[in-house]
């Protein structure tokens, strides 16, 4: 069974840059765990969520940036769907946002697709695999 560590770290450093040379020499640094987290392979990044009203009206799914799923989802990256085992191919590529962590648009097509799944209201469960860019999703 493989296990898991996730670790969210503050680090703060102290340098001083030469700005004729451009050497950069570390002074201090001081790291901070915000938060941690250890899971097994069978649970690891696997979150539920709520469809709201204006995911569905605006094709997107805000899963955040503190959920397990969200906070692997890089910015600005394609995102590999698999729902209910089935790969989504849809014509434009499905990204995640370019600020927003945790959010991916265009999404639309596949909430029409599956209805059932995606309606206001109901709940997903969600697994993101974030060496292959993957997002599980499943009722």
């Given amino acids: 069974m493989k296990k ?4 969210n770290l503050n680090i703060a450093l102290k340098l001083v840059i ?3 040379s451009d050497v950069v020499e570390v002074l201090e640094t001081s ?3 915000l938060k941690a987290f250890s899971t097994t392979e069978e649970t690891a990044n696997v979150s539920s969520h709520i469809i709201s009203e204006s995911e569905n009206k605006y094709g997107i799914l805000t899963l955040g940036a503190k959920s397990r799923a969200g906070m692997l989802i890089p910015t600005s990256s394609e995102i590999t769907i698999i729902v209910n085992g089935e790969e989504y191919k849809p014509a434009k590529p499905v990204s995640s946002h ?3 962590r945790g959010r991916i648009d265009g999404l639309t097509r596949l909430y029409r697709e599956y209805p059932d799944i995606f309606k206001a209201g109901s709940e997903i469960r969600m697994q993101f695999q974030p060496d292959d860019l993957m997002l599980f999703i499943q009722k």
């Fill in 4 to 7: 898991t560590v996730n670790i």
């Fill in 18 to 20: 030469d700005s004729q």
């Fill in 31 to 33: 790291a901070t765990v």
């Fill in 98 to 100: 370019k600020h927003t």
